[in-house]
């Protein structure tokens, strides 16, 4: 890789894409292994008495050692590549030179909706992550509900912003990445209202295995969130975020004003 002469470290954002998809990836893998390993019974406990064969996520990460570490630490790490990128995919929406609302108020406000959606869901992931269920119920709840209500507004209204943009249509990764971006966001909708729909079932009716459906679907639902912000790789495919002698610090290399399309 290339360094420019003020460059004193030059990260390629593939790296941070692959920590926002391999750490909680990891977590939630090495964390389910475990509970289902060594902490079976108390996992898979439900206050039905019904059989049930996979914990849920909260069991499977927040009440036994060392799966609560595991999920914190690794949780912590992904946060901060996470957060720059809010802040560049903002910045690589308002400078597309294909942009048909060109000056655009409204879409510059919406842009920087977005960003604080994805900051917002930041955020409460990580109180998620930081208290547990078993140790505040009420708020552990309120920062799910905030955490999931963030998460869908910012999927939909982000792709959304990604295909006015007019980078949907720049390249063939552009095209690529909206149609992953609809995947993504549809499986985690579908998913979150499925989960609703068999948590309400496993508290009214008490049905062996409705709640390891449930468990299954919590899973889905967080692969399909790291999958739909893994897709900023075709959105930086190339680019990276260097660290500068010159004034100001940090200097995020702005995309080309020239596109061209993928052979």
């Known amino acids: 890789m290339a360094f420019g002469d003020d460059d004193i470290i030059s990260i390629p954002f593939r790296y941070f894409v692959f920590c926002i998809g391999a ?13 289902v390993l060594y902490h079976f019974e108390q996992s898979t406990s439900t206050h039905c008495e019904v059989p049930n064969w996979l914990p849920s996520i909260s069991a499977a990460v927040s009440t036994q050692a060392p799966e609560k570490y595991i999920w914190r630490i690794l949780i912590g790490l992904h946060i901060g590549p996470r957060l720059a ?21 409204q879409f510059r406000v919406l842009c920087n909706v977005a960003c604080v959606l994805n900051l917002l869901e930041n955020f409460f992931l990580l109180a998620l992550t930081s208290i547990s269920s078993t140790e505040d119920h009420t708020l552990h709840a309120k ?20 295909s006015e943009s007019g980078r949907r249509r720049a390249t063939n990764l552009g095209e690529r990445s909206y149609e992953y971006k609809i995947l993504g966001a549809a499986m985690f909708i579908v998913c979150f209202a499925l989960g609703g729909y068999l948590y309400w079932r496993h508290n009214t009716y008490c049905e062996p295995g409705i709640y390891t459906l449930f468990a ?44 061209e399309k993928d052979t």
């Not at 920062?143 to 990604?162: D, Q």
């Open 143 to 162: 920062c799910f509900g905030g955490f999931a209500i963030c998460s869908i507004i910012y999927m939909v209204l982000s792709t959304w912003l990604f």
């Open 23 to 35: 750490l909680p990836s990891s977590a939630l893998l090495i964390c389910v292994c475990i509970s």
């Open 85 to 105: 990128l809010s802040v560049a995919f903002r910045n690589f929406l308002l400078s597309s030179p294909l942009r048909q609302l060109s000056g655009s108020k």
């Open 216 to 259: 299954l679907v919590e899973y889905s639902a967080v692969l399909s969130n790291i999958f739909f912000h893994c897709t900023v790789y075709y959105d930086f495919h190339g680019k990276c975020i260097a660290l500068t002698s010159s004034f100001g610090g940090v200097n995020y290399s702005p995309l080309p004003t020239r596109i």
